[in-house]
């Protein structure tokens, strides 16, 4: 366990944001975690954060940052075409990623190089694409804050959608905190191509492996996405909004050329990064806060920059988006 006081959230958010936490406690065990919940010697309100790869300080956090270091991995279940793995919250999501494809075990490849830790991915179902984390996760342990008592909740109960669950719901979040996650995959590599640009990079290698599907995730994030350590994000900042087909019917009728995803017969999914680069926003900036040149849902801490700067942009850009097609764009990243 390793408890630190006013220290420096530097270290702890891809943002780069300078505030400061009263204290920042990371635990390596279950038990560990019981004895820090039971003593009010920490200060309060507690935080439980991941890599912090989703999360935006806006001050000084006053009361108790978690962290997961748990890092086990137990065969739970197998037969002749699937296992299930129950995994430490505080194992790094890629680093995962690669011991399945070592292993053997099949269906997270397309998540590569998505940062965060086990815990959190099975609170935000992290997705792309084509794969969400949810396809494969068959139950998630949790410790309840108030009386340290173990949960656990299967798929069904977990209420996943899109970057959701019932973990961040206002009933639960905050309540739970998870401490594994039982992921089912498959023996057997099964490519998931559905995604344009991966069928076209996949279609070029003659018996695609999973190694080299991954190698492919990694290629097209890397020219597309920011690396955190070169420049500070929190990967996608809004989420992409799901219109009643009416709205988006008289948006396309104006913007023939736009993208989009249907979600149900009702409902369409469409492109945030798309429709802030129509408000001219891609590669701007407002003060030491700016928007990605390779990809407008992503926002950039240009070097400097506040936890305020980052949501005047922020703001700026929910405006001329509502203003121009009358939605409203909501942040995926957790201000804090
Ligand atoms: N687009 C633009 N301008 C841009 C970027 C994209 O017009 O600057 C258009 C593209 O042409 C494309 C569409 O928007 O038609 C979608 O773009 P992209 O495939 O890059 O994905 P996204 O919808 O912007 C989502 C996830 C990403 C994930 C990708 C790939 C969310 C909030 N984001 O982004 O997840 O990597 O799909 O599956 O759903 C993350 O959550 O941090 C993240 C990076």
Not at 7 to 21: K, Q, V
Not at 44 to 70: A, C, Q, V, W
């Amino acid at each position: 366990m390793n408890v630190l006081r006013n220290i420096s959230l530097l270290p702890y958010n891809t943002f780069g944001i300078d505030e400061e936490a009263e204290c920042l406690v990371e635990y390596d065990t279950i038990e560990e975690l019981g004895d820090i919940l039971g003593d009010t010697a920490y200060p309060r309100p507690l935080l439980h954060i991941g890599d912090g790869s989703n999360l935006l300080f806006l001050k000084k956090y006053e009361g108790t940052i978690l962290k997961s270091r748990i890092k086990t991995l137990e065969v739970v279940d197998q037969d002749e075409k699937h296992i299930t793995v129950r995994v430490g919250s505080g194992w790094d999501m890629d680093t995962f990623i690669q011991h399945c494809i070592r292993q053997g075990w099949y269906g997270l490849e397309n998540l590569s190089l998505i940062p965060g830790q086990v815990g959190a991915s099975a609170v935000q179902n992290i997705g792309a694409y084509g794969v969400e984390v949810c396809e494969h996760i068959s139950a998630v342990h949790c410790i309840a804050v108030e009386d340290r008592v173990g949960h656990t909740y299967d798929n069904a109960e977990c209420g996943y959608a899109y970057r959701h669950s019932i973990f961040k719901t206002p009933d639960m979040r905050g309540r739970m905190i998870v401490t594994h996650v039982d992921y089912r995959l498959s023996k057997t590599f099964e490519p998931r191509l559905s995604y344009g640009p991966l069928k076209s990079a996949a279609s070029q290698i003659p018996n695609l492996t999973a190694e080299a599907l991954r190698d492919i995730i990694v290629d097209i994030r890397t020219r597309k996405l920011p690396d955190p350590k070169v420049t500070g994000n929190a990967g996608s900042f809004f989420m992409n909004p799901i219109v009643p087909r009416e709205h988006f019917e008289h948006i396309l009728s104006a913007n023939p050329a736009m993208p989009y995803y249907e979600v149900d017969s009702d409902h369409i999914k469409i492109p945030a990064a798309w429709m802030i680069e129509q408000c001219g926003w891609k590669g701007r900036s407002l003060g030491p806060a700016g928007v990605h040149p390779h990809q407008a849902l992503v926002l950039v801490n240009n070097g400097g920059a506040k936890g305020h700067d980052i949501v005047n942009l922020c703001n700026s850009i929910i405006d001329d988006v509502q203003q121009r097609f009358g939605i409203t764009l909501h942040p995926e990243v957790n201000f804090i």
